[in-house]
């Protein structure tokens, strides 16, 4: 049983007429009546009473009249909700990212709520190792990670320019230098994330270089409470720059220049190579991008395979 079968039938039912629903449907009366003979033989019951001058329908006609309603009008339903997505009215957009990685992801998101609102947006919290993963399980169809995946399925776009920023409380004595060395902080105490990262590895792997001890006393889970602890004037530490922006501009926080620390952070936008994005995430990339053209901002697009 096939749809144009059921149109064909609704037609004729509806016309009461073989020939006036051929010429509505523009096509021959013969070539009405055999689809309508086709789709019998497929089911086994004649629909129409061909002695009726008015093409009546039978008793199966009548229960097959309200099934083929329902389906063509499903099908109906299904055109439109695939234009709804084309139009972007409707669709969802899931990214996955860790507790810190979300920081980055607010202004593309604001700039994209703003121009498709109707669109649902989800950002799963995960640990970054698992990301890539996620993404290729598509439990996410976009992943946001600070290092470049090494897997062959996975496309990545640079799309933000971060640093390495070194923070201490305005009080402490390094505050009012404008820039200092490695060497200099061996007497600190360091406020350290307590997740893993390359990044941390490479900040030890510099002190072990320049032959200083790194006194990490200190690690805590999130970069909110790194910060907060060193406002309350418990040690150092170094976090992204995005991160306390906020904190410097008003005072809370003092970024020292850190010569042998100049670490360039990015971030990147992970997806699937071998397969075809989603609407809303089509609107998402081209969010990503437009916004790499903004002046005065950080955020850039550089795809990277």
């Not at 990490?216 to 040690?235: A, C, Q, S, Y």
């Amino acid at each position: 049983m096939e749809l144009f079968q059921l149109e064909t039938f609704l037609a004729v039912a509806k016309e009461k007429s073989f020939s006036r629903a051929a010429s509505g449907l523009h096509r021959t009366q013969s070539a009405v009546s055999q689809t309508i003979s086709k789709l019998e033989d497929d089911l086994g019951e004649k629909l129409f009473d061909r002695s009726s001058r008015d093409g009546s329908l039978t008793d199966a006609g009548r229960v097959l009249l309200a099934y083929a309603e329902e389906l063509l009008n499903v099908r109906e339903e299904a055109r439109d909700a695939l234009k709804e997505l084309r139009m972007l009215h409707q669709g969802k957009l899931v990214i996955a990212a860790n507790e810190f990685t979300s920081r980055y992801l607010l202004p593309v998101l604001h700039r994209f709520h703003r121009m498709h609102p109707t669109i649902k947006i989800e950002v799963r919290r995960g640990l970054a190792r698992e990301i890539p993963s996620s993404v290729l399980n598509r439990n996410a169809e976009f992943g946001v990670l600070s290092f470049r995946p090494d897997h062959p399925e996975l496309r990545s776009a640079v799309i933000y320019r971060d640093e390495l920023a070194l923070i201490v409380y305005p009080r402490h004595p390094l505050a009012q230098a404008n820039k200092v060395g490695i060497k200099d902080l061996v007497a600190e105490s360091f406020v350290a994330h307590s997740v893993l990262s390359p990044y941390r590895e490479r900040v030890i792997q510099a002190f072990q270089k320049h032959h200083t001890a790194l006194h990490m006393n200190i690690e805590l889970p999130t970069i909110e409470d790194i910060k907060h602890f060193v406002r309350m004037e418990n040690g150092i530490a170094l976090v992204p720059l995005i991160a306390v922006e906020n904190e410097i501009r008003s005072g809370e926080l003092v970024h020292v220049a850190l010569r042998e620390l100049a670490f360039e952070r990015k971030l990147r936008i992970v997806y699937r190579s071998a397969t075809v994005l989603s609407h809303a995430g089509q609107a998402f990339l081209k969010t990503c991008k437009a916004l790499a053209q903004a002046p005065a901002e950080r955020y850039m697009w550089q795809v990277e395979r």
